[in-house]
């Protein structure tokens, strides 16, 4: 069975970025996707960003895009979200996770079989 780690949070300030990382324990199906999602205290989990594991195709949460990119190296079985312009609401604990399902829909958490532990992100004012 996979096993991720997600690493790469901290704190930050508005406008600081941080690169997190979601380590694989073996390697993933070339059908998967890799998604990203973030939960802060007291509201629901939001859907960040996916990539698909052979083809690299991307998805973005609307208040992310043009701020997150999502990127991939199969060959260590690892993915990575890059996180520009960061504002104090992105603050939240970021999960990654993987779906092996066949051309899943990448913005529902049900679609996912595997979940990192999370690392927390806080972007100060």
């Known amino acids: 069975q996979v096993q991720l780690v997600d690493s790469g949070g901290g704190l930050v300030q508005a406008g600081g970025s941080l690169r997190l990382s979601c380590a694989a324990s073996?390697?993933?199906?070339?059908?998967?996707?890799m998604g990203w999602f973030r939960q802060a205290p007291g509201k629901e989990r939001e859907f960040v960003a996916a990539?698909?594991?052979?083809?690299?195709?991307?998805y973005y949460g609307d208040y992310v895009k043009g701020r997150f990119t999502i990127s991939k190296d199969s060959a260590v079985n690892t993915g990575y979200l890059q996180m520009n312009s960061l504002k104090p609401e992105d603050t939240a604990v970021y999960y990654c996770?993987?779906?092996?399902?066949?051309?899943?829909?990448?913005?529902?958490?049900?679609?996912?079989?595997?979940w990192g532990q999370g690392t927390q992100v806080t972007v100060s004012s």
């Open positions: 073996g390697p993933i199906d070339s059908w998967a996707t």
């Open positions: 990539i698909t594991w052979s083809g690299g195709r991307t």
């Open positions: 996770a993987v779906s092996i399902r066949y051309l899943p829909q990448e913005q529902r958490s049900g679609e996912y079989d595997y």
